[in-house]
C-alpha cells in the first residue's frame, strides 16, 4: 500500500479556482447531488472534507446532526473552519486533524459517511484499508455517499478521460507529493464488502460520479 504522506496544504487557495476551470461545476454537482439522503441522520462523518463547501452544505440541510470531519491537511482544515465559524452550525462540526489510517471511529456512531472527491488518493489496498476502518464505525442502516472520477468502458469517453486522469494524476503528485498514480476499483471494493449501490448521476461524459450506497440492499456496483 502506497502511504507517501501527500499535503494538500499548498492547494487549500486555490483548490476551488482550479477545480472550476477544469470541470466547471461539476464536481460540486457530484458532491452535493444526494446530500439529501442524509436528512433523517443524527451524526454524520465526512472524510477528505477539503475548502469546507461539502460540510456547509450537509449543516444547512440536515439541522440536528452533528458533523466530524476528518482531513490531514491543516490548510484545508483551516479554510472549512473559516467557512463555518460564523454559522448557527458551528457547534455541531468537528474537525479531526488525521491521518485516515490513524483514525479510529467509536463503534456505531454514524448514520453516515461520505467520501467525495478522496477515494482516488489511494490505490486498491488502501481503499480497502479505509472501507475496513470505517465500516464499523457506521450504524446499522448507514449510508455511504461516494463521489470520484471513473473510466468509462469504451470508446472516445474513455480517451478523454484517460488523458484528463493521466493530467490529474501528474498534477496532484507534483504539487502535493500523491504516490498513486491510476484510480483505484472503489466501487468494486465497496462492493465486494457488501455495499451496494442504490442511485447514481454521472457526470463529464462519464468521467464523474455519485453514488449512493447501503449495506445488504440489493442494489449493484
Known amino acids: 500500500m502506497k502511504r507517501a504522506n501527500p499535503s494538500f496544504d499548498r492547494l ?7 477545480e472550476t476551470l477544469a470541470f466547471g461545476r461539476d464536481l460540486e454537482r457530484a458532491r452535493f447531488a444526494h446530500l439529501g439522503r442524509l436528512a433523517a441522520c443524527r451524526s454524520i462523518l465526512l472524510l477528505g472534507e477539503g475548502d469546507g463547501r461539502c460540510v456547509e452544505r450537509v449543516a444547512a440541510l440536515v439541522p440536528q446532526a452533528r458533523i466530524e470531519c476528518v482531513d490531514a491537511s491543516p490548510g484545508m482544515i483551516e479554510r472549512a473552519g473559516r ?4 454559522t448557527p452550525a458551528a457547534g455541531r462540526i468537528r474537525f479531526t486533524r488525521s491521518d485516515i489510517f490513524a483514525f479510529r471511529p467509536q463503534p456505531g456512531a454514524y448514520d453516515a459517511v461520505c467520501t467525495l472527491f478522496f477515494l482516488d488518493c489511494f490505490d486498491a489496498e488502501g481503499v480497502a484499508s479505509v472501507i475496513a476502518r470505517v465500516a464499523p464505525g457506521l450504524a446499522p442502516g448507514a449510508l455511504w455517499l461516494h463521489a470520484d472520477f471513473v473510466m468509462p468502458e469504451s470508446g472516445y469517453d474513455r480517451l478523454r478521460a484517460r488523458a484528463w486522469l493521466a ?4 498534477f496532484f503528485r507534483w504539487e502535493t507529493g500523491l504516490a498513486v ?6 466501487e468494486t471494493l465497496l462492493g465486494e464488502a457488501g455495499w451496494s449501490r442504490v442511485d447514481t448521476l454521472s457526470l463529464q461524459r462519464g468521467l464523474v460520479r455519485s453514488s449512493v450506497f447501503v449495506r445488504g440492499s440489493k442494489g449493484t456496483y
Not at 12 to 18: C, E, F, M, S
Not at 83 to 86: E, I
Open 167 to 170: 493530467l490529474l494524476y501528474a
Open 181 to 186: 498514480h491510476s484510480l483505484p476499483p472503489s
Open 83 to 86: 467557512r463555518v465559524a460564523a
Open 12 to 18: 487549500a487557495r486555490w483548490y476551488r479556482p482550479l
